[in-house]
């Protein structure tokens, strides 16, 4: 039970040593991360779209 104790009062020690992120930096990451989720989406469809429109063409 000793270790437990001795455990648990290290990580609260750990815990306050860390530097945590601000609301503001989590919401500027998580924007950053939609709006680059969906370029990539816009260009991975175009990409597709023109390769379906060539292997029709060859195929016809």
Known sequence: MKKIKRFLQ???RELKKTSWTTKEEVWS???LVVVTVGVLSVFIGIVDFLLSQLV????K
């Open 29 to 31: 990451s998580t924007l």
């Open 56 to 59: 029709n063409f060859i195929i």
């Open 10 to 12: 290290e990580v609260a």
